[in-house]
């Protein structure tokens, strides 16, 4: 069975959300094979596939090449791509024509946005040319430079309050949930007993409606940076270095490949080849 945007209304104030992150085709299907709510293809390749310090180099056509790649391996479930830096900021125009290409091309079932009333004729755009809206608030990646580092929002009085007042704005415009990324967690807890729509937590705690966390982090693959909300549930970067390590050791002592990894030819034929040549 195919998931909705439905599944972000249905499951709200109920059961949790989970939702994870995605950038290949292989992995995909392990995701559409699992009871995983929803996938987003981030802008978090930038730095766990591109090896960039943060997401703001990532382009719409990078972000198009991965979601294409994803939608192949997951074509049950609700996939969400993150619209890049730069990508809808400028026009709202720029913003619905964008956002209206990367759906187009992909076949992902929306976007996603970060920030609040300073991109709100943007995001009023795309819920008007009916493009799906995930709303992304609090430590949001794309203002890495502004913030001065991945540091956590919300702490202060009036920083908290700019996120409860761009939440309440995102859900009175018609996003269908809101991704709150860094934020203490009973600022999070406010929040989601406040909006009606779902929200998805990463690193804002445990009260949040639904919880996302970046693939290649829960897999132990990624080691450039391990924030404290991340939580490893498995150990597929030690699998790869033994699996490296095995192929190494075999092929220098000639155990890799065996007879049973080779394709045969009739001798008769090797025979013919070695008087013709
Ligand atoms: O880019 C990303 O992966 C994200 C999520 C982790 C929320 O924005």
């Not at 094979?33 to 766990?48: P, Q, R, T, W, Y």
């Not at 704005?169 to 990324?181: D, N, P, Q, T």
């Not at 699996?243 to 008769?268: C, L, N």
Request: hydrophobic residues 40%.
């Amino acid at each position: 069975m195919k998931n909705s945007i439905n599944l972000f209304y249905d499951k709200k104030g109920k059961e949790p959300i989970s939702m994870l992150t995605c950038y290949d085709y292989s992995t995909a299907k392990f995701l559409d094979e699992s009871e995983v709510d929803a996938i987003l293809v981030g802008d978090s390749l930038g730095m766990v596939f591109q090896g960039n310090n943060d997401t703001i180099p990532v382009t719409v056509d990078e972000m198009i090449y991965h979601t294409k790649a994803v939608r192949k391996g997951c074509p049950n479930k609700f996939l969400v791509i993150d619209m890049p830096f730069l990508s809808y900021h400028i026009t709202k125009e720029d913003a619905i024509r964008n956002s209206g290409r990367v759906i187009k091309e992909t076949g992902a079932n929306a976007v996603k946005v970060e920030g609040g009333a300073e991109i709100i004729d943007k995001i009023r755009g795309l819920l008007d040319a009916k493009i799906p809206v995930l709303g992304h608030l609090g430590l949001t990646p794309q203002s890495v430079n502004v913030f001065g580092g991945f540091k956590i929002q919300g702490k202060s009085f009036e920083n908290a309050k700019k996120i409860i007042e761009d939440a309440l704005l995102l859900e009175k415009e018609g996003v269908f949930a809101i991704v709150l990324e860094g934020i203490p967690e009973k600022l999070a807890k406010f929040i989601t007993e406040k909006l009606k729509i779902a929200t998805i937590g990463i690193g804002a705690g445990r009260y949040t409606d639904g919880q996302i966390l970046v693939i290649n982090d829960i897999f132990g693959m990624y080691k450039d940076m391990m924030p404290k909300f991340v939580k490893k549930f498995g150990n597929v970067g030690e699998e790869m270095q033994r699996s490296i390590g095995g192929y190494v050791t075999e092929v220098k002592g000639k155990q890799f490949p065996e007879e049973k990894h080779t394709f045969a030819i009739e001798d008769d034929i090797i025979e013919k080849l070695k008087k013709e040549f």
